[in-house]
């Protein structure tokens, strides 16, 4: 049977002493207005809160942005640049003409003469500057000088080993050399004037050195030519011996000035005197 609606009763109201239907309940309702706030709550089990994700910051992205932003203004601000740059109106440079210098009135001072500019002498004829040959004396026609000139395979092939020496020459850029040679009696000189280009090292300096360390011996007598620095004479007491030739005694000298090597090599039946070796440097130098 049908009730009545009660009068002052909403519609949709369910009598008293009967349940609501679950689809029909209200959240609000169910909850009593007392409710105790979410901090009373019962905490999580152990379990549980190692269970809940947690959120991590992004490391670097920050960093990125502020040097993308350092490149692009930097790439801004020499756009920039350029752009007003370019519509300037280019700068005038100063003309490349400079003030005229004024010269001293008079005449130019002469060249040097040969006495005081060495290089005037040494870069002439060579052979101007060698010894003359003594009165009596005759030219040696055994000399490999040709019209008083030795070229580079001459003056090697003056060595004891022309292979090992030539290429030597060639590094200490060896430039000509100028010689004389005469007899006389039983006695003979040759002179030799070595020049050196010298544009890399003191060539001249070096091949007298070496001179010096292979003249030297114990069967000698050694003594310092006047007005050089280094420049040497050797007399040897010991003969050298060869089959039908007289015993010969020789004598070396070398020593050096500016580019050029001073060779003197003496040879004689009988044993060479210091005053006679060393005269000869002496006057040999003095011409330099």
Same mark, same amino acid.
């Given at each position: 049977?049908?009730?009545?609606?009660?009068?002052?009763?909403?519609?949709?109201?369910?009598?008293?002493?009967?349940?609501? !239907? %679950? /689809?029909? &309940?209200? *959240?609000? #309702?169910?909850? +009593? =207005?007392? @409710? !105790? %706030? /979410?901090? &009373?709550? *019962?905490? #999580?089990?152990? +379990? =549980?809160? @190692? !269970?809940?994700?947690?959120?991590?910051?992004?490391?670097?992205?920050?960093?990125?942005?502020?040097?993308?932003?350092?490149?692009?203004?930097?790439?801004?601000?020499?756009?920039?640049?350029?752009?007003?740059?370019?519509?300037?109106?280019?700068?005038?440079?100063?003309?490349?003409?400079?003030?005229?210098?004024?010269?001293?009135?008079?005449?130019?001072?002469?060249?040097?003469?040969?006495?005081?500019?060495?290089?005037?002498?040494?870069?002439?004829?060579?052979?101007?500057?060698?010894?003359?040959?003594?009165?009596?004396?005759?030219?040696?026609?055994?000399?490999?000088?040709?019209?008083?000139?030795?070229?580079?395979?001459?003056?090697?092939?003056?060595?004891?080993?022309?292979?090992?020496?030539?290429?030597?020459?060639?590094?200490?850029?060896?430039?000509?050399?100028?010689?004389?040679?005469?007899?006389?009696?039983?006695?003979?000189?040759?002179?030799?004037?070595?020049?050196?280009?010298?544009?890399?090292?003191?060539?001249?300096?070096?091949?007298?050195?070496?001179?010096?360390?292979?003249?030297?011996?114990?069967?000698?007598?050694?003594?310092?030519?006047?007005?050089?620095?280094?420049?040497?004479?050797?007399?040897?007491?010991?003969?050298?011996?060869?089959?039908?030739?007289?015993?010969?005694?020789?004598?070396?000298?070398?020593?050096?000035?500016?580019?050029?090597?001073?060779?003197?090599?003496?040879?004689?039946?009988?044993?060479?005197?210091?005053?006679?070796?060393?005269?000869?440097?002496?006057?040999?130098?003095?011409?330099?």
């Amino acid at each position: 049977m049908e009730q009545p609606e009660r009068p002052g009763e909403p519609e949709g109201m369910a009598p008293p002493g009967t349940a609501p !239907a %679950p /689809e029909t &309940a209200s *959240p609000e #309702a169910a909850e +009593p =207005e007392s @409710a !105790a %706030p /979410e901090a &009373a709550a *019962p905490a #999580a089990t152990a +379990p =549980e809160a @190692a !269970a809940a994700p947690v959120r991590t910051r992004r490391r670097g992205r920050t960093t990125l942005l502020i040097a993308g932003a350092a490149v692009l203004g930097l790439v801004a601000g020499t756009c920039t640049g350029y752009l007003v740059q370019a519509d300037r109106e280019p700068t005038k440079l100063p003309p490349l003409s400079q003030p005229k210098l004024k010269q001293s009135k008079g005449e130019a001072p002469e060249p040097l003469s040969a006495a005081r500019d060495r290089r005037v002498r040494t870069d002439g004829d060579l052979r101007k500057l060698l010894l003359k040959k003594p009165r009596g004396a005759k030219e040696a026609d055994w000399s490999s000088a040709d019209d008083g000139w030795m070229d580079l395979a001459s003056y090697a092939e003056t060595f004891s080993d022309p292979k090992d020496i030539f290429p030597e020459l060639v590094g200490n850029e060896f430039r000509r050399a100028a010689v004389v040679a005469w007899e006389q009696g039983q006695t003979a000189v040759e002179i030799r004037l070595v020049q050196y280009r010298q544009e890399e090292s003191m060539a001249a300096a070096e091949e007298a050195r070496g001179a010096h360390y292979w003249a030297d011996d114990e069967d000698n007598h050694s003594w310092p030519i006047p007005g050089t620095e280094d420049g040497m004479a050797y007399a040897y007491t010991r003969p050298e011996t060869k089959p039908g030739y007289l015993p010969q005694y020789e004598a070396k000298a070398f020593a050096w000035r500016g580019d050029i090597v001073m060779e003197i090599f003496v040879s004689s039946t009988k044993t060479v005197g210091k005053k006679t070796l060393l005269g000869l440097a002496k006057r040999q130098m003095e011409r330099l």
